[in-house]
């Protein structure tokens, strides 16, 4: 990450970007803010809506993700709350984590598909994933009607009883989020006004459930992982302007995990990570519906200790779904269970709301980082996704079946890959941000304004951005220069270039009356870099700009139960030991370019020749069937501490 002292903008042709505090709830939520904390201005993300992927990666990437989804069928994604209400079936469950017999089922059917179809449709105007997110919530409503409780799951209260009890149960109130939030997300992306009604239904009923509940007792049941009941609780709160919702999203913190974090005191050793990182979300929105900063100190600290001293290069984070090691000791943890996908996803959304309070290039730089490396690449030519993101050398990608399997990375997967198109812009009043370099268009009709983006990065090493609009205006396009350039970075305006640029990691602030027609070239060099693994400086992993660069190590296994895992399992069965990690003994340095060399740029091909190996390496994200390696043994030494 860049050191913020470094920090600046030069002002000859271009102007500081100033900062902006405010969420992207915050303007429409005015009515719950109480407090000086509440920041006046505000940095948001453009609507889904106004946003089109245009050909290239992502949008490729995007399509295979609706094929997938509409291969699902609504009666089999209702059959378990059918049944639970007590409404005749006669469909095909679908199996493994939406099992029937599984305390998670309910958690895709009724929860991520939801909020993938609403995704779509307002991503890409799929008005068939929007139909059938329809049909969902229609089917979804009459199970809840006629349960007649206000509750909702595709499994009766019995899972509650038994959490609250203290008896064994899988993760009820998890279950129960992500179905809320995908009936949410169907209101307020696709304004299906019945999904409203159901989710503040389930409101109550989650409410009410901790009526006569000790404080203990409330807070032993919480022990259980809950998903983000408080961001969901909260966010309804911001929805329907109601303070009871913000009083029910309380009931979902937990003051032992809470004050550590205020107290900037790194107490996550041992804990379930994406458990975790969900509660930080709510936190955020907590922060941006009511203004009270303590909860924007702890978002704060906790992304920055996480990305900075548990992260690896990928940037995810996380052991056997844990954080095992003390912070910033990584050392001996590479293994298959690296990093788990839901963590990454979690972690992303958590860099857009911090980004819009600091408008503060790093978590930019963060998220493209995981977007390209860890997100990107982990969706097959099926639609199936990834689990576990495996760091031991001679390891290879493994995806979900189609239909026996269902995992929470299953949904957040389908979620990352109907969303491309969100964190590319944001705005603060009439001035732009450009965050991520990626094909695509802006259509903001209120100022009659289209912003395109024409590129082919990462392929190409910069972009372009056309302007046109019938009404000539002056405001600021903001650009990021992201921390991996070089100083040969270059913008130009109408093929001028301009005198001065931003540091890399900042943006470039360009205020100016903008006439149809304008264009805006920015190249962005790439460099090759290393980067060591956290506690272990005889570890480290190559970078081309922000790729992550991974040794091709020969074939993987055929398509099988190596490749695509059935049931519940996320882990194939009869795994091998990892193989030895590639050695690239005397690179005590850190020019990589000594022992890496650029075979191709455009075709982002590269080589490594040491002591009569050679490898080729190519972008992490475009691995696919091969087994690879991400780390390389050097000759350095092993940090002390």
């Known amino acids: 990450m860049t050191d913020r002292s470094r920090r600046h903008f030069l002002k000859t042709s271009v102007s500081a970007a100033g900062l902006c505090l405010a969420g992207p709830l915050a303007a429409a939520h005015a009515l719950l803010v109480d407090g000086p904390e509440h920041p006046a201005g505000r940095l948001e993300p453009f609507p889904l809506a106004t946003v089109r992927l245009d050909p290239g990666i992502f949008k490729q990437q995007e399509e295979i993700n609706a094929r997938y989804l509409d291969s699902l069928t609504v009666d089999r994604l209702l059959h378990s709350f059918r049944v639970t209400a007590g409404i005749s079936s006669s469909a095909s469950p679908y199996k493994g984590w939406e099992d029937p017999t599984c305390e998670l089922r309910g958690h895709f059917a009724g929860g991520h598909f939801l909020s993938a179809a609403a995704l779509a449709s307002a991503g890409s105007g799929n008005s068939v994933l929007k139909g059938r997110g329809d049909e969902v919530v229609s089917g979804l409503a009459a199970c809840q009607k006629k349960i007649g409780s206000n509750y909702l799951s595709a499994y009766p209260t019995d899972i509650f009883e038994h959490l609250a009890q203290g008896k064994p ?290 392929r190409e090493q910069g972009t372009t951005l056309k302007v046109r609009s019938s009404r000539p205006a002056p405001r600021a396009i903001h650009v990021r220069i992201p921390s991996w350039t070089t100083e040969d970075a270059q913008v130009k305006i109408n093929g001028r270039p301009i005198e001065a640029i931003a540091d890399p990691g900042s943006y470039l602030s360009i205020r100016r009356i903008w006439q149809d027609g304008d264009t805006i070239s920015i190249d962005l060099p790439m460099k090759l870099c290393q980067e060591p693994l956290p506690g272990d400086d005889s570890v480290a992993a190559a970078l081309y700009g922000p790729l992550v660069l991974a040794a091709n190590l020969g074939p993987g296994p055929a398509d099988g139960p190596m490749r695509v895992i059935h049931g519940r399992d996320t882990v194939p069965k009869d795994l091998p030991v990892a193989s030895a990690m590639p050695k690239v003994a005397g690179a005590q340095d850190t020019e990589t370019k000594h022992w890496i060399q650029v075979a191709s740029a455009p075709d982002l091909n590269f080589t490594c020749s040491r002591d009569n190996q050679k490898y080729d390496l190519i972008p992490m994200y475009e691995i696919q069937d091969q087994r690879y390696s991400v780390y390389w043994q050097t000759g350095n030494s092993k940090q002390r501490t």
């Open 169 to 458: 149960a899988w993760a009820p109130f998890y279950t129960y989020h992500k179905i809320m939030a995908g009936l949410l997300d169907m209101h307020q992306l696709t304004g299906n006004t019945e999904a409203l009604q159901i989710v503040e239904g389930m409101a109550v009923w989650a409410r009410d459930y901790f009526t006569g509940i000790s404080t203990d007792q409330r807070l032993r049941i919480l022990r259980d992982e809950y998903g983000g009941m408080n961001e969901v609780l909260v966010n309804l709160a911001a929805v329907t302007k109601k303070d009871r919702y913000i009083e029910a999203a309380h009931i979902f913190e937990q003051p032992g995990f809470l004050d550590p974090l205020h107290a900037r005191r790194d107490e996550l050793q041992g804990l379930h990570a994406n458990t975790h990182v969900p509660k930080i979300i709510g936190a955020a929105h907590m922060y941006e519906v009511t203004g009270d900063r303590r909860y924007r100190e702890i978002a704060e600290y906790f992304l920055a200790e996480v990305l900075d001293a548990r992260s690896y290069v990928i940037g995810n984070t996380s052991q056997d779904e844990h954080w095992k090691s003390p912070a910033g000791q990584l050392e001996g943890t590479l293994v298959w269970t690296n990093a788990e996908c839901c963590v990454a996803y979690n972690l992303m959304k958590l860099q857009r709301h911090v980004f819009g309070w600091t408008a503060d290039a790093r978590w930019m730089d963060a998220y493209e980082r995981a977007l390209f490396n860890c997100r990107l690449g982990t969706q097959n030519a099926q639609g199936l996704k990834q689990y576990f993101f495996p760091l031991a050398a001679g390891y290879w990608r493994a995806y979900n079946s189609p239909e026996e399997s269902f995992w929470c990375c299953t949904g957040t997967g389908a979620e990352e890959f109907a969303k491309f198109a969100d964190t590319i812009y944001f705005r603060r009043d009439r001035d732009i941000f450009v965050n991520q370099f990626i094909a695509s268009t802006l259509t903001w009709k209120d100022e009659d304004l289209v912003l395109q983006q024409v590129t082919q990065f990462p």
